[in-house]
């Protein structure tokens, strides 16, 4: 069979290499590529856009002499014609998803904000209930100040910020202690909650509320991309077939039949 790949001193067929990217479990990922491939392919790039995908490329990939381009291709295996589909992909992609979903953004940051609101608040945890009583009172009472009690008692590794935490997005909170600080106001303490094994004390310091700026908005296209993928990707069979062998090759082939002919 005819090699198509070479590493090393190993060659590969054509079979033999997908039969190792089926071992190594990299056909799903191959055909992730091909269709973004798909869906970008009438998306062009405009000249100030393929001068900042190159210079990006070039910097990503600390290339700054000619002989360091040319040592990268060879290392890489990589044409100059596929070169230019390298540095632009990157910028096409990101067309091809704001021409596809940017007029869904609006009602995607609503539906996702108050995931995306981040929290900055503190927390002190134990084991014991009738510790977390005793710390809740002092602390309503004024007796001592949360970060001295959650520097003091506290068992989880907020007690070396005197129990701060954050700022951090609500989504990544658990859902239980995630609800809670949603539906509080900044220096409310609520009474021990339990959570598992530990009994917390919580306190919302401050709210800071999601906006739709440059950084959320590629987020969202992203999200919406993603879903869109896995979605083209369950709808994707991947089959391949075996090179015929030399045998196979060299055996004669049988002569078409003619049609029969039925009499009226």
């Known amino acids: 069979m005819k090699a ?15 039969q190792r990217l089926v071992a190594y479990r990299m056909l799903p990922q191959l055909s992730q590529e091909i269709i973004i491939d798909q869906a970008i392919s009438d998306v062009e790039c405009t000249a100030e856009e393929e001068q900042q995908a ?4 070039f910097a990503q990939n600390k290339l700054s002499s000619e002989s360091d ?15 230019k589909h390298l540095m632009f992909r990157p910028f096409r992609l990101e067309t091809f998803k704001r021409n596809t979903w940017g007029a869904q953004l609006g009602n995607h940051f609503l539906k996702q904000k108050q995931h995306l609101d981040r929290v900055i608040y503190s927390l002190i945890r134990t084991k ?6 005793e710390l809740y009172f002092r602390i309503q009472e004024g007796e001592a100040s949360f970060a001295d009690l959650a520097k003091e008692y506290s068992q989880g590794p907020e007690a070396q910020t005197g129990g701060l935490i954050g700022p951090m997005e609500l989504s990544q909170a658990h859902p239980k202690l995630a609800q809670l600080l949603r539906t ?8 021990p909650v339990r959570l598992d094994e530990w009994f917390l004390i919580v306190q919302l310091d401050k709210l800071l509320p999601a906006q739709l700026d440059d950084a ?3 987020r969202l296209l992203n999200d919406l991309f993603q879903r869109w993928l896995q979605q083209q990707q369950q709808q994707v069979s991947l089959n391949f077939s075996e090179e015929p062998s030399s045998e196979e090759l060299a055996a004669p082939q049988a002569a078409p039949q003619e049609p029969e002919t039925v009499e009226q």
């Open 128 to 133: 014991d209930i009738a510790i977390a009583q």
């Open 69 to 83: 381009l040319q040592a990268w291709l060879q290392h890489n295996g990589v044409s100059p014609e596929q070169l």
């Open 4 to 18: 198509v790949l070479q590493v090393g001193d190993q060659s590969f067929s054509a079979s033999e290499v997908v």
């Open 54 to 57: 190159q210079q990006q490329f």
């Open 216 to 218: 959320t908005e590629k």
């Open 184 to 191: 509080s106001q900044p220096g409310q303490i609520f009474p």
